[in-house]
């Protein structure tokens, strides 16, 4: 293969990559291209990277190549993360989230027989973000509206069907990672280190 048609292989496997990537393993990846014009390749990406004014360089580190942030927009990466860790339920919206999410269809009532305290803000919450909704009303006196969960929660925990539902404890950990209406992130490294804390699993005392 011509060297333009490489650098986007070699651009490509770097991007996909969260650690560092070898010499010998992006080698073993391009069976019969040599090493020293795989390097050779990864030099000029490097340089091509830098002089573009990207918002990311080509760096050799821990033993291998890695896609990191450039190190003066830390700034606005770390306003993303506060934007993103705000966007996150709270652990009222969680604890009933859950509750929803295993004993569907529910009313408020039962709701809040279980969590002790008003679901009323809670539910609108929950609604509003569209990860539940009013599946029908409850056959005895008052007919309460029953809830249930919705297409987008099941995006929001990465699940296919219902069927796929985690234990109590993994539901937290997932919730607690995720963010409602979250855009995909690059699997970038960063120059910097993370100075934000991730956010604890808040369900594990209800099991």
Not at 17 to 37: F, M, Q, T, W
Request: hydrophobic content about 40%; overall charge negative; charged content about 30%.
């Amino acid at each position: 293969m011509e060297d333009h048609e490489l650098k986007p292989i070699i651009e490509a496997l770097l991007f996909v990559a969260s650690d560092p990537v070898s010499l010998d393993r992006i080698h073993g990846v391009l069976k019969g291209v040599e090493k020293n014009r795989i390097k050779s390749l990864l030099l000029q990406l490097e340089q091509e990277f830098m002089l573009s004014n990207r918002g990311f360089h080509l760096l050799e580190i821990a033993g291998g190549y890695q896609f990191v942030t450039r190190s003066d927009l830390a700034p606005w990466i770390k306003e993303m993360e506060r934007v993103r860790a705000a966007s996150r339920l709270s652990r009222p919206g969680l604890e009933t989230l859950a509750i929803i999410a295993y004993k569907q269809p529910v009313t408020r009532g039962e709701i809040e027989m279980i969590r002790g305290v008003d679901a009323a803000g809670v539910l609108k919450t929950l609604l509003d973000r569209k990860l539940v909704k009013i599946v029908g009303r409850k056959e005895v006196p008052g007919r309460p509206m029953l809830y249930g969960t919705t297409q987008t929660f099941l995006k929001y925990l990465g699940l296919s069907n219902l069927t796929a539902l985690p234990t109590l404890k993994e539901f937290s950990e997932m919730a607690d990672e995720a963010s409602v209406e979250e855009a995909p992130m690059l699997p970038l490294g960063t120059i910097e280190p993370r100075v934000f804390d991730e956010e604890k699993s808040i369900l594990e005392s209800s099991e």
